[in-house]
Structures are given as C-alpha cells and as structure tokens.
C-alpha cells in the first residue's frame, strides 16, 4: 500500500472510529463521509482491517548448530508468523558473534512461534545427543539426522493444518503482504532460511525421522509475574 493509499485509509478508518460516537449528529455525519469515500475510492474490508505487528528476538551464542535453519522453516511455515536468522555484525569481549532469530507477526502469534522455537531447540538438540551415542552417528551427520526430524515433524504439522483448516474453513497461516512489508522494514535485506545440505546419511536421517515421530507438540504457555501459566493456544 502506497503513502497517498494508506492516507485514505487512515481516514476512512477514523471516521468510521468518529461514527460510533456518541453524539448522534456527528456520528452520521462521519458515517456518510466514510462511506462516501468507500465507494469513492474502492476501499476493500481488507485494506481497512491492519494488524498490528510486533518482533521479538531470541539469541543464541552458536552460529554453527544446523538445528536453526530447520526449527525457522517449520516456525515460518506452521505459526503464522516470518522468522529471519541474523548475526551481530561484531563479535563480543569473548570473540564470539550472537546469533539470533527475529520472530514478527501479530503479538499473540509471535509468542506462540518463540515458545515453540525455544522448545524445538531444545528437542532438536536433545534428541542427538541422545541418538548419536545410540547409534554412534558422527558429527558429520548432524544435519541428515536434523533434516529428518525436519521432514518427520514437517509431515505431522501438514497433516494437523489439514484437518484444522477443513474442519474451520479457514488458512490458519494468513501471513500476508502486510506482513511482508513489516518485515522488510526490519530487515531491508534480507534473505531466506534455508537448512543446510547433509551427506545423504540414511542412517542418520532414519534416526532423525524417528525422532521427530516422538517429539511432543505441545501447547505454548505463558508464565505470568506471579509464576502462574496460561496456555496459549
């Protein structure tokens, strides 16, 4: 949406405000005059109805766990949400570059996407430690295991979108061109996840597979102040 286009329709969308007023007079008024420019300028429900969007980062010190790139494609894709990885330009007093993930959406979606990027981290993360001493995979190998946790945890997410979005009949992943822009007013260069490329280790990526069958998708919650939990979806 262009600067001239989105003045109208911050016009538009404070006189429809001013028509739920409580002053009889001027509410018609302001609802005349939006409705006027409705038809006036061919102002779509859509264009009227902006999300607000926030971003909050998570930080990590590693820079070479291939962990990331896979856990940011299943966030991007299943929670609504964009997710970039970037990296401090300098590193700190110790030498070492943070490495970070910006997670931007909608403030609820947002929470939800960091919750799980923090779990499937840590399940990521787990899950070899624990599986490359089982199976003695070497480190070589890390990114086959990882990609098939990916491609395990990926299948299950798609066939859970499936169901939810024919049972609702609705996208339960809008993300959207007014996304798109937030985004690229954070990061103006920007560029896309991607996971790395493994070996073609079946072994591993077997294991990984399996793995991933036996992560718990659990819900996101919230620990308030008062060391309370809410859940969020």
């Given at each position: 949406?262009?600067?001239?286009?989105?003045?109208?329709t911050?016009?538009?969308?404070?006189?429809?405000?001013?028509?739920?007023?409580?002053?009889?007079?001027?509410?018609?008024?302001?609802?005349?005059?939006?409705?006027?420019m409705?038809?006036?300028?061919?102002?779509?429900?859509?264009?009227?109805?902006?999300?607000?969007?926030?971003?909050k980062?998570?930080?990590?010190?590693s820079m070479?766990?291939?962990?990331?790139g896979?856990?940011?494609?299943?966030?991007?894709?299943?929670?609504?949400?964009?997710?970039v990885?970037?990296?401090?330009?300098?590193?700190?007093v110790?030498?070492?570059?943070?490495?970070?993930?910006?997670?931007?959406?909608?403030e609820?979606?947002?929470?939800?996407?960091?919750?799980?990027?923090?779990?499937?981290?840590?399940?990521?993360?787990?899950?070899?430690?624990?599986?490359?001493?089982?199976?003695?995979?070497?480190?070589?190998?890390?990114?086959?295991?990882?990609?098939?946790?990916?491609?395990?945890?990926?299948?299950?997410?798609?066939?859970?979108?499936?169901?939810?979005?024919?049972?609702?009949?609705?996208?339960?992943?809008?993300?959207?061109?007014?996304?798109?822009?937030?985004?690229?007013?954070?990061?103006?260069?920007?560029?896309?996840?991607?996971?790395?490329?493994?070996?073609?280790?079946?072994?591993?990526?077997?294991?990984?597979?399996?793995?991933?069958?036996?992560?718990?998708?659990?819900?996101?919650?919230?620990?308030?102040?008062?060391?309370?939990?809410?859940?969020?979806?």
């Open positions: 949406m262009d600067s001239e286009r989105q003045a109208i911050d016009k538009i969308n404070k006189l429809l405000a001013l028509a739920t007023s409580d002053n009889q007079h001027e509410a018609q008024l302001a609802a005349a005059k939006a409705m006027e409705l038809m006036k300028y061919n102002v779509s429900k859509g264009e009227l109805e902006r999300a607000e969007f926030t971003r980062d998570s930080t990590r010190p070479n766990d291939p962990a990331f896979f856990v940011g494609l299943l966030l991007g894709k299943y929670f609504s949400v964009k997710v990885r970037f990296q401090e330009e300098k590193p700190n110790l030498g070492i570059k943070f490495q970070h993930f910006a997670f931007m959406g909608e609820h979606n947002v929470e939800i996407a960091h919750y799980m990027g923090v779990y499937l981290m840590r399940s990521f993360n787990d899950c070899w430690e624990k599986d490359r001493k089982l199976h003695k995979l070497h480190k070589r190998v890390q990114t086959d295991y990882y990609q098939g946790m990916f491609d395990a945890l990926n299948e299950r997410l798609e066939e859970t979108k499936v169901k939810v979005e024919k049972a609702t009949g609705k996208d339960l992943v809008p993300t959207g061109k007014e996304l798109s822009r937030f985004v690229l007013s954070q990061f103006p260069r920007l560029s896309n996840i991607r996971g790395r490329q493994g070996t073609g280790d079946a072994k591993a990526r077997g294991a990984g597979q399996n793995a991933g069958i036996g992560v718990k998708l659990q819900r996101a919650v919230r620990t308030g102040s008062d060391g309370s939990r809410r859940q969020l979806t």
